[in-house]
């Protein structure tokens, strides 16, 4: 088994985004995400630095905006609408989760489709299933990057996708059947599971579910790729985080495998990353 490193793999992209913010810049064009936050949290804010983090580390200008948990879902749109129409803004991404008061969709789908870094706007989606996407989901775009790094032609491959989220299965399953995979999409009312994932050149696992996926529901050789991060306690009261697939017994029969961590995770921050600059050149192109 040849293990993925998705560490690696972002690395040599965050570089390739580094030089193309620097030449946005040399035609002074800058590269901004705003990220808005409602009802801040000790894990969110966290997560909101790592943000910044890396975007610093390549070049993009972030922005943090932080509201009461209190907002309304008519104020927050109203915050949305101006970053729209706001010319220095060329990514916007909305935290979640967002308090339950709140219309978490229908925020997400308010961003403009062309400054939507995550992918999440219906508009964007759809141009995914047409086969013209404009920005797709980050952790869909890692997923598919990951497995096109392990040079396995996707071409008539069988694909099984185990599970149905909006933001991972079902975007992936899309991104596969564009590259001429023949996909099958699992859920939790899929009858007898290993049948379908036993046939699978290549297998996705994204459903939260500490090593769900042992050895006898791999086929030999098969490129696996696991977007599941899960907290796990251990016998002696220790955490540890794991995947939806049992990495020790998995890693005998496959041959690619993604860790946990260091696999897909990584990936996933690249590509939002990658998302914000295609914005900001897509911008770019409107303007002149």
């Known amino acids: 088994m040849t293990p993925i490193n998705g560490t690696a793999l972002s690395d040599a992209i965050r570089k390739d985004i580094a030089r193309r913010v620097k030449e946005l810049e040399y035609q002074r064009k800058k590269v901004r995400l705003t990220a808005l936050m409602v009802g801040a949290s000790p894990a969110g804010e966290l997560y909101a630095q790592r943000q910044a983090d890396a975007c610093k580390a390549v070049g993009i200008e972030y922005t943090l905006i932080t509201l009461s948990g209190q907002s309304s879902n008519d104020s927050v749109m109203t915050i949305l609408g101006a970053l729209n129409r706001d010319p220095q803004v060329s990514g916007i991404m909305l935290h ?12 997400q789908y308010a961003i403009d489709p062309i400054k939507d870094v995550e992918g999440v706007n219906p508009a ?7 086969g013209r996407p404009l ?21 008539g491959a069988n694909a099984t996708v185990v599970g149905a989220s909006e933001i991972a299965g079902k975007p992936i399953s899309l991104l596969l059947t564009q590259h ?11 009858r007898d599971l290993p049948a379908h994932t036993r046939n699978a050149d290549i297998l996705i ?41 049992d990495f020790e017994s998995v890693s005998k029969v496959a041959g690619y495998l993604t860790p946990v961590p260091g696999g897909v ?22 303007g002149n």
Do not use: F, W
């Not at 979640?96 to 925020?107: C, G, K, T």
């Not at 920005?135 to 071409?155: D, H, Q, R, Y």
């Open 135 to 155: 920005v797709a989901p980050c952790t869909a775009l890692a997923a598919l990057e990951l497995i096109k790094s392990t040079g396995v032609n996707l071409e």
């Open 205 to 245: 696992v994204s459903v939260g579910k500490a090593n769900l996926i042992t050895a006898d529901y791999v086929k030999p050789g098969a490129v696996v790729i696991d977007v599941g991060i899960n907290r796990v306690t251990l016998p002696d009261g220790t955490k540890k985080t794991t995947g939806d697939v």
């Open 96 to 107: 979640l989760p967002v308090p339950e008061h709140l219309d978490a969709p229908r925020l």
């Open 180 to 190: 001429n995979a023949t996909v099958t999409l699992c859920h939790k009312y899929t």
């Open 265 to 286: 995770g990584p990936m996933t921050v690249a590509m939002l990353l990658r998302n914000t600059l295609h914005c900001a050149e897509l911008i770019a192109k409107q």
């Open 124 to 130: 964007n989606i759809g141009y995914v299933v047409y």
